[in-house]
């Protein structure tokens, strides 16, 4: 468990394009919503490189240095994947409730990830294959990225945050 807690703690102090979410965010939507915190912050890893506020809209990803400069990059896309746990908002916001902005704020995006995951989760099939699905519903895109989220999940437990697979960014557009 302690080398959960350093993990979460490096995290947060590798050079980021942003300003991190706090590691206790992730323990507290992984415990709201009934999943492993682990598989949460391998999902935010994979998704977004752990940037709290990464948008990708029309299959481009963006970085944007705040929340500010996030929210104005998204004024103009009718669709996008939003912050940490890159929550299309074209699907999720209206069947989550939420908006856009409310979706830039990392305590609601991990809270809205760690619902998709439960959701996931409590479908039939393979444990991979029921993640996977968080990413893409086709075969390839599922594969690359469930080897990214498996990587992030290993560094996790292992407590290696700097390791290069740990810190290679996130797995691309949905």
Known sequence: MKARGVFLAAILCLPLRAAPARADLYGDAARTAGVPASLLVAVAGAESGYHPW??????????PNSKDEAARLLESAPDADIGLMQINYGFWGPRLGLTRQQLLDPATNLKAGAEILKGLLEERGTFWRRISGYHSSSGKPRAKWSVAVYRRYLCFLRGEPAASECDAGPVGSH
Not at 54 to 63: D, K, L, T
């Open 54 to 63: 990464a948008i990708n809209i029309a299959g481009h990803s963006y970085y």
